[in-house]
């Protein structure tokens, strides 16, 4: 019934939605289950200010970012999934500890949903928490072109009245009149640097929009950046606010005036909200950039009890003297230090390496790729990865199926220890990203910087 519903939607060739706002998607929604349909296909939007054309895009259901997918801890998430396209696509659930068959993640885990196809991505959702689904296939190009959006577990009966809003931060690169830039895309110049950068930032696919909260004295804001290779930096008129989760996992909260947040990280933030409302900027260029307007609806604000706070349970780090070290340096791109790296089976300069096969990065001196085995690991161990940053560029480093432990010292003072599923390592940094192996399969340890894994930054571990 619903298979056939869904493909007849399909057929008649129906564009979901040009609403403002991210809606939860009409789900249809059984006991511990939540059930929803998503379509890849191509369409048009807005990017730029109001009036301007509308760009051509590759949508989830007619919008980018894709509908806002709700569910609870604890359910079976369906999705049955539609691939509308012209090319092969697969969908990944970022930052969910996942079945391996779901990942999503070509010539590893999943064969190509084919053009005209369809498939049913099934799983149970094991953590709350900000996390986001996006197309895994060619996906410095898909992902370019619109195809992501966010997926929010919640906690089983939390009503704190704190109200909950959703912005994804997207960084696109566009022409003078607000269409996608194609021919850039692939450009050597962008993936042997920092990986595309775009010239316009949009939240909820919108350039400045004006997002209503209902008047209340706290908010929790998800931020999320789906930016192929940028880092933002977001404040709010310069009010404090403070940091509850970082990649979905609750941490201890801190206070802090911005927040730094790489290409596929998270940050959930709880901010008062006064009658005013805000503005968010983003500042990491050095010159201020509003990217939304936060507006109070009404002019009651109603104060939270201080009984009335999230109860998100804070997970505690336990060393483990048994860990399981593997070592990866990090190579390649400009100003890097690699000459040559081995590529099928052979060494090769790196030269050749970017004229012919678009590869410029490597770990350990291979060209890495979804057949590059950094290790294997016995289910259950612990895992050291010792990771070394050994080029001239900042690289959001993403372990698939798994949360890790990492000091992370953005905020300055002492370092704090937290979960993550990517971190941002700057040049010549070495980090220790410390998990438990418990979740069997093959996964992906990559680079966000979409163009960098494309070009060679990106290995296996394989656990069983
Ligand atoms: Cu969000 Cu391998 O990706
Ligand atoms: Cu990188």
């Known amino acids: 019934m619903l298979r056939r519903s ?58 980018t970012p894709g509908p806002m997918l709700t569910v609870t801890k604890g359910d079976e998430l369906i999705v049955n999934f539609f691939n509308n396209l012209d090319q092969p696509t697969r969908i990944h659930w970022h930052g969910i500890r996942n079945l391996n068959e779901m990942d999503g993640v070509p010539d590893l885990t999943q064969v190509a949903v084919d053009p005209g196809e369809d498939f049913t991505y099934r799983f149970p959702v094991r953590d709350a928490g900000t996390f986001w689904y996006h197309a895994h296939s060619k996906a410095w190009e898909q992902v370019a072109r619109g195809l992501y959006g966010p997926l929010i577990v919640r906690e089983p009966d939390t009503n704190s009245g704190i109200e909950d809003i959703t912005l994804v931060a997207d960084d696109w690169r566009l022409t003078e009149d607000y269409q996608l830039h194609e021919e850039s895309l692939g450009s050597m110049m962008d993936w042997s640097h920092q990986g595309r950068l775009g010239n316009w930032l949009t939240i909820n696919g919108q350039s400045n929009p004006a997002i209503p909260i209902k008047a209340k004295n706290l908010a929790r804001i998800r931020l999320i950046n789906t930016a192929n290779a940028r880092s933002m930096t977001f404040e709010f008129e310069g009010k404090k606010f403070e ?49 939304a307007t936060v507006k109070v609806q009404t002019s009651d604000v109603s104060v939270l009890n201080t009984s009335n706070r999230l109860n998100l349970q804070v997970k505690t780090f336990r060393s483990n003297l048994e860990m399981v070290d593997i070592d990866i340096h990090m190579q390649g791109g400009a100003m890097g230090n690699l000459a040559s790296a081995f590529f099928e089976g052979e060494e090769r300069p790196l030269q050749e390496l ?14 890495g790729g979804s057949a590059h085995f950094l290790a294997e690991v016995d289910l259950g161990k612990t895992v050291n990865l010792r990771v070394c940053n050994d080029t001239s560029w900042p690289h959001a480093m993403h372990l698939h199926g798994h949360h890790f432990w990492v000091k992370f010292y953005e905020f300055g003072g002492e370092p704090k220890r937290v979960l993550r599923d990517t971190y941002l390592m700057q040049p010549n940094e070495r980090a220790e990203l410390q998990f438990v192996a418990d979740n069997p399969g093959l996964w992906l340890f990559h680079c966000h910087m979409l163009e960098h894994h494309a070009a060679g930054m990106g290995g296996v571990i394989a656990i069983s």
């Open 6 to 63: 869904f493909l007849q939607g399909v057929a008649a060739g129906t564009l979901v939605s040009t609403s403002t706002f991210i809606k939860p998607s009409l789900a249809l929604t059984q006991l511990g289950q939540s059930h929803f349909e998503l379509v890849a296909e191509i369409g048009k939007r807005a990017l730029g200010p109001v009036g301007t054309s509308q760009a051509d895009l590759w949508l989830y259901k007619g919008t």
């Open 243 to 291: 940091v509850i989760a970082l990649d979905g996992e609750p941490c201890s909260p801190f206070v802090a005036f911005e927040i730094t947040i790489a290409p596929a990280q998270r940050v959930d933030i709880l901010i008062t909200t006064d009658l005013n409302g805000f503005r968010l900027s983003e500042i990491s260029t050095g010159t201020p950039v509003i990217v």
């Open 354 to 367: 970017a004229m012919e096969h678009s590869k410029l990065w490597a770990f350990d001196g291979s060209i």
